[in-house]
């Protein structure tokens, strides 16, 4: 049985998956792509008793960061987030919110490259560039708890949408095959949005496999 214990919370607009990531040995926590609801989200944590330690973004689209600021603020931590979409966060347009809410845009304050590895909360992570859903999307990987947070890259028997700005069919078809390929079957994948999923269900009932 592993330390990390995940919740999950269906928050904002289009129903975007929010993760709280706990690790059960020192209550520490870190939080993938607060998509709306920046009180809600910071009652929730604050319930649960845990110390927030980063936020993980694994693209920078508005229903995945609508909350980062406000979370920000309450709880000074640090948001991660790959490199290659500093471009679209800073964007109100290219984020979508400009389109669809109020215009905002987010800074990430570590930008990571592909495969980079770092530590949060206890946890020893993997940063993986998984391009296009977005041009910097980001799948993260903790090896001892077989789980990924894949972001809108890979859903259950799917994956994301590719008609959004930055957005590639073919780098998200490789991006697809390389996760299915490196990463073991008993992976937990933690999507998006909708239901989780495991490694070994995408290769067998993935289109894009």
Sequence with gaps: MGKLKIEQRV??????N???GINME???????DPADRAEDIAQWIRQDGVTL???????GHFDHIGAVSGLKREFQVPVYAMGAEAVVMEDSTLNLSANWASAFTVK????LADEEKFQVAGFDIVAYHTPGHTKGGACYYIEEEQVLFSGDTIFCHSVGRTDLPTGSMGELRRSVQRMLQILPDA???MPGHEC?????????YNPYS
């Design 53 to 59: 330690k980063a936020i993980l973004l694994t693209h």
């Design 187 to 189: 992976t937990r994948v």
């Design 196 to 204: 989780d999923t495991s490694i070994a269900d995408e290769k067998r």
């Design 18 to 20: 929010v993760y709280l």
């Design 108 to 111: 990430c304050d570590h930008e």
């Design 26 to 32: 020192t209550k520490e926590a870190f939080l993938v």
């Design 11 to 16: 928050i904002g607009m289009v129903a975007t």
